[in-house]
């Protein structure tokens, strides 16, 4: 288990968007000791057929040259079981390790997906999931600490989420769904962090907090919401991004 005492170097999940797709959630540092874990997992899921690999990069804070000849790697891996490998995103660190060594041109940095990293570096950056069906959240160590919260201290929920919303906010804009009310029964959609309608293409909403200590926190929410085939969310995948002094 995560403490806040002695978070891991690196930590690493994957989640499955599609059945032929596989998307790696990775965080903290990649070198010559969290690399190979990295390809263990990859590996295992090109194995089961999802040869369409999608690697989340945004909560990555080091990356070294052995960084990058993984991804060389898994890429090579990928396309050679008929698939290929994408960066869906990736913090400022990643992009200029990408852009030095000459390698945006065949693993292309997805700009889209860090709008609101494009502007500096070393924004403290979270990663989170958050499964509709379930209504069940998955938060990396420092999606916690960016909420002011000590990592695993509590379970990530949408409650708790909208718990933290600064209630200025909340009042000017109305409640829109039964949980924002309180009840219980019903949970808000995607729509209530994306900040408007989902349609499966990447989206970045900034939202105002109240943490339990009374600070105020400006938050960037950046996700993209999978889609199942009749268009109805399922999942909604992303990071957090403090941009309270940007």
Do not use: C, K
Not at 47 to 55: I, K, S
Not at 90 to 113: D, H, K, N, Q, S
Not at 205 to 212: G, I
């Amino acid at each position: 288990m995560t403490t806040g005492a002695n978070p891991p170097l690196f930590t690493v999940r994957v989640t499955v968007p599609a059945p032929d797709r596989a998307r790696v959630h990775v965080g903290g540092e990649i070198d010559m000791d969290s690399g190979p874990r990295i390809e263990e997992l990859t590996a295992h899921q090109i194995a089961a057929g999802r040869t369409r690999v999608e690697l989340d990069l945004a909560a990555v804070d080091f990356m070294d040259s052995s960084g990058i000849h993984m991804l060389l790697r898994l890429r090579r891996s990928a396309m050679a079981a008929g698939g290929r490998l994408d960066l869906v995103a990736a913090g400022p660190r990643v992009v200029r390790l990408l852009e030095v060594t000459g390698l945006t041109g065949i693993l292309p940095v997805p700009r889209r997906m860090v709008p609101a990293l494009d502007a500096g570096t070393g924004l403290p950056t979270g990663s989170y999931t958050w499964n509709l069906q379930t209504d069940s959240w998955w938060w990396s160590p420092e999606t916690y600490r960016i909420l002011g919260l000590a990592p695993d201290s509590v379970r990530p929920s949408t409650r708790l989420m909208l718990s933290l919303r600064h209630p200025d906010d909340t009042a000017a804009g109305g409640s829109a769904s039964g949980a924002d009310a309180g009840d219980p029964a019903e949970s808000p959609g995607p729509r209530t962090f994306a900040g408007g309608d989902v349609d499966g293409e990447p989206f970045t909403s900034r939202h105002r907090l109240l943490l339990a200590d009374g600070t105020t926190r400006t938050v960037a929410v950046v996700g993209e919401v999978t889609l199942d085939a009749a268009g109805e969310p399922v999942q909604m995948t992303g990071f957090f991004v403090d941009v309270t002094d940007d």
